[in-house]
Each structure stands twice: as C-alpha cells, then as structure tokens.
C-alpha cells in the first residue's frame, strides 16, 4: 500500500526509469567510442580517466550539495534545482 496509492509516485517511478535507461545508453555508447578510438596500450588508462573523472564529479556534486544545505541554509528540494 503505502506511497502506490498516490498517481504521482507512480509516474515518478516511470519517468525515473526512462531517465536512467537513457543515462545508461550514454554510458555505454561514450565507452564503446573510448574503446574504439584509443589504442589497445593505452585503453586502461584511458578508461581510468573516464572513471576518475566520473568519481570526482559525483562527489563534488555531493560535496556542493552538502555545503549548499549546511552554509547557505537552502532546503534539500532548493539544492535539487541548482
């Protein structure tokens, strides 16, 4: 029962999931090109730059979030449409 009951949970859970689908499409096209374009010596760093730079993206937007709620008093659902 619970949060099923409401439409908007529901078109939530739907729009996420195209969301994700097409993040996921990205993902895999940009690393199919990565392996295309680099050579076969330097295709592990290449690929460790890519994963790098991901892992530093994401928690630099949690580390902006956090200081965005903690510093500049804004509500979590504020800091969601920075």
């Known amino acids: 029962y ?6 908007e949970f529901i078109l939530i859970c739907i ?15 940009s690393s199919l090109l990565l392996q ?11 690929f460790g730059v890519d994963y ?6 994401e928690s630099a937007s949690a580390l902006l979030a956090g200081v ?4 500049a008093g804004m509500s979590a659902a504020q800091v969601s449409l920075v």
Do not use: E
């Open 52 to 57: 790098a730079l991901a892992m530093l993206s």
């Open 36 to 46: 295309k374009l680099s050579s076969s010596s330097m295709m592990g760093r290449v």
């Open 68 to 71: 965005l709620q903690d510093d």
């Open 2 to 7: 619970g949060l099923w009951q409401f439409d």
């Open 15 to 29: 729009f996420s999931s195209v969301r994700s689908s097409g993040a996921n499409i990205v993902w895999v096209y």
